[in-house]
């Protein structure tokens, strides 16, 4: 059965992309948007600027010149990942290879691209905090509204009051949530835009609060490449010593999920010299950029 390749693709590249989007918990990233320009193929710049601040005006002199720096600061992406899928030239259901495939992808983007990107973001996130040492502490079974808002306060201190702010919470920390009398008072239902859709979310203090799953919770992790042994079957799993991350605060705009190249590939079986099979590459090249001027206005909890 024969489908339109070219279009089936560009279809499931757009799909795929959508996806990336409000799918993951930390999906909502890519929204935020960088004047960035990529250098080759592994480097992007992003415009920086730094301006001086106000000095006293002198009605003699006039005004106190300032420094405008403009600069472009590289970054280089590191997550170029991918995997090739085959589907038997006789292997398709009533929906024929086009319903098999979009399956086969939506499962494998939904189980497994989905988590990895999570995972990624949130160590990349929880590693800066505790290599700047931007932690609280507490015992969450008690004190889950302490900390809540001692982290909440430390963001706020650092970048002010105006910054729309989210909380990623693990298993264990939301169950201290919803158990916490002075929090469930608080918890309300808001808005919360992913890509092009909203979606309601738990607040506090309109502070979104995002439960994440445990195994994407880690300060690191392992991305393995598929080919070394031990690693055939892909994916992630969490670094020797990598430590819990508990909650992580953080201003909505801190951080950019960029991605270069999100590209599906179909090959017919008469297109591959391998097997007579339909061929499905994906290609996922992306990266977390942190912004520089956030950097200090992201906190967590670790254990």
Do not use: C
Not at 7 to 14: I, Q, Y
Not at 195 to 223: W, Y
Not at 273 to 301: H, M, T
Request: charged letters at 25%; proline letters at 4%; aromatic letters at 10%.
């Amino acid at each position: 059965m024969a489908i339109n390749t070219i279009s089936f693709a560009e279809k499931m590249t757009a799909e795929m992309d959508q996806a990336i989007v409000q799918k993951p918990v930390t999906g909502f990233l890519a929204d935020n948007a960088l004047r960035s320009k990529f250098i080759g193929a592994q480097t992007v710049l992003v415009p920086e600027l730094e301006v001086s601040g106000l000095g006293n005006y002198d009605r003699d002199s006039g005004f106190v010149r300032g420094a405008v720096t403009v600069g472009s600061r590289p970054y280089t992406l590191t997550m170029d990942r991918g995997r090739s899928f085959q589907l038997d030239s006789e292997d398709h259901d009533e929906a024929g290879i086009a319903g098999l495939a979009g399956q086969v992808l939506g499962e494998f983007v939904r189980t497994q691209v989905v988590p990895e990107i999570d995972a990624y973001n949130l160590s990349r996130l929880a590693s800066l905090a505790e290599t700047k040492n931007q932690t609280v502490t507490g015992t969450p079974a008690t004190q889950a509204f302490k900390m809540f808002i001692d982290a909440v306060g430390k963001v706020q201190n650092v970048i002010g009051y105006d910054e729309e702010l989210v909380a990623f919470v693990d298993g264990k920390m939301w169950a201290a949530f919803q158990s916490s009398a002075e929090l469930t008072r608080q918890i309300a239902v808001s808005d919360f835009r992913r890509g092009e859709v909203t979606v309601s979310v738990r607040s506090i203090n309109s502070v979104a609060i995002l439960p994440v799953p445990d195994s994407r919770m880690k300060t690191a992790f392992t991305f393995q490449d598929g080919m070394t042994s031990g690693e055939e079957a892909g994916g992630f799993a969490p670094a020797e010593g990598a430590k819990s991350i508990g909650m992580l605060v953080m201003p909505r705009r801190a951080a950019s999920l960029v991605k270069k190249t999100e590209k599906i590939r179909v090959f017919e079986p008469d297109q591959n010299p391998a097997a007579d099979a339909w061929k499905f590459d994906y290609r996922l090249y992306y990266d977390l950029l942190i912004r520089a001027s956030f950097e200090k206005s992201i906190f967590a909890y670790l254990y």
